[in-house]
């Protein structure tokens, strides 16, 4: 099997110098070449996943970030709201028979619509919807399809709407007891996963984060979770594939997605602290020595997530420095193989997480932080 990572064969050190030139030509991109649309074509509609609704997101997170930026003459707030208008999804916008997670286009239109209107009207209406996934058993609990990204979605909306938690925290416990009661084994696809999207540290990260109440009842789950990790300082991407699987090492399946939630768990599990800083410490051991990718840089599977799981610093630069645009042009053109740098989003162009631009976007907002954060998992 080809190896998925570059070789880092020099002593020297890229390094990197400003970055705000480069978070914004990443947004005109974006606003330039996937422009908001009257109505957009149902194939097109993924949550904050893909499509317009994740652009929405991610703009609406740099005008918070960034109200003085401006893109075209307007604002990235304005930007957010265009990509969010009314009526632009169509009149039959249904919660998909698939899941009810972040790549859920009604939940996910209606919560960012209710982060940008920041109006009750609205999180009556997103809460209405999020009671049907409350009558569906099948669904499953990971992030990108499950419970846990309606969880996330919950908080976002309490987070950004003030006034909203008489009205989100029930279907907060109710979402959260139902996950609870249905773990620890939970199961994607009949298999035990254990990564940041679709396995066990994912729904650990959103169950805790938006309830830190229920941590003392979950510190058993996190014991279990820092026990699988492997002697190169990885985690398995599922309890099946043990140390014989993939060793994918990004963050939807491996260390940086560990990494990650690790820092974000970590003040409200006091008990296991040095537990969790070993971990973190091993995990980016792995990342630096694994996590280079080849595939063409974005938050879900490639450099920039696993940069930004890196501690501040040299190597955290050095991986920034490689998947700027002009060094990952010119180690494409200078690539016989074509290997370097291909695409991996599924063919869904601007995906907010696994789309070259709208990654870069995030990461050129962040990557100076001293522990950043990931789009739609941790940052709110």
Known sequence: MDQRHLVIDSPHLLTLGETDGYLVAALDDIVTNYPPRSRYPHETLQGLWSGPTGVAHLLLQVSVARPDLTLGGHTAEHWARAYIAPNSRGHSLRLGSHGCGIADEKLAYEAVRCAVSRDLRD????????????????????????????????????????GSSDLVDPAIAEISNTIMNRGPLWK??????????????????????????LAPRLQPVAEKLLGLQLHDGNWPSSEESGSSGKGLVQFCH?????????????????????????????????????????????????????????????????????ATPENVARMKSSDPTRSVFGRADY??????????????????????????????????
């Open 123 to 162: 999180v009556r209406q997103f809460i209405s919807s999020v009671s049907q996934v409350m009558a569906v058993d099948d669904y499953p609990d990971e992030l990108l399809y499950g419970r846990a990204g309606t969880l996330y979605l919950l908080r976002m909306v309490r987070h950004r709407v003030p």
């Open 254 to 322: 491996g260390a940086p997605g560990f990494v990650l939630s690790l820092l974000g768990l970590r003040p409200h599990f006091p008990e296991l602290q040095e537990q969790f800083d070993a971990a973190i410490k091993r995990g980016r051991v792995c990342i630096w020595n694994q996590g280079l990718l080849k595939k063409e840089p974005s938050l879900c599977h490639g450099i920039f997530g696993n940069a930004l799981a890196l501690a501040p610093g040299p190597e955290r630069e050095h991986f920034l420095a490689v």
């Open 188 to 213: 994607w696809h009949d298999r035990r996963y254990l990564g940041a999207v679709h396995g066990d540290i994912g729904i650990l990260t959103q169950l805790v984060l938006t309830s830190p109440s």
């Open 347 to 380: 063919g869904h162009s601007y995906s907010a997480t696994s789309s070259y631009a709208p990654s870069a976007a995030w990461t050129w907002l962040v990557c100076r932080e001293e522990a950043p954060k990931m789009l739609a998992y941790n940052e709110v």
